[in-house]
Nanobody
Framework: QAQLVESGGGSVQAGGSLRLSCAYSGSLYSYNCMGWFRQAPGKEREGVAGIGGGTPVYADSVKGRFTISKDSAKNILYLQMNSLSTEDSAKYYC??????????????????WGQGTQVTVST
């Protein structure tokens, strides 16, 4: 069973930056895609960024501000978040897909999930 453990969340002022990390078990090549999702209270889960064999994909709301990357040697997935706004406040989840291979930002196409890390952006 894959294990995904997020870290790096916290509180930051608007305009600031955070870098989330996701340590995952197994080789990156066990997974077709990996991604970051977020969910704020009262809102649906939203795909933020995904990375597979090709160009990373981003939600329109984070394009130009967030960057997804991976360190295959360390088995860590990152999400660099810059120019944060209060709209980015949410619990962020790392996810991996070892079954589907679409690499889209659709949560039901990922079959492994971490427990999440909270990001709170204040004015």
């Amino acid at each position: 069973q894959a294990q995904l453990v997020e870290s790096g969340g916290g509180s930051v002022q608007a305009g600031g930056s955070l870098r989330l990390s996701c340590a995952y078990s197994g080789s990156l090549y066990s997974y077709n895609c990996m991604g970051w999702f977020r969910q704020a209270p009262g809102k649906e889960r939203e795909g933020v960024a995904g990375i597979g064999g090709g160009t990373p994909v981003y939600a329109d709301s984070v394009k130009g501000r967030f960057t997804i990357s991976k360190d295959s040697a360390k088995n860590i997935l990152y999400l660099q978040m810059n120019s944060l706004s209060t709209e980015d406040s949410a619990k962020y989840y790392c996810a991996a897909d070892s079954k589907y291979g679409y690499c889209r930002l659709r949560g039901y196409e990922y079959n492994h999930w971490g427990q999440g890390t909270q990001v709170t952006v204040s004015t």
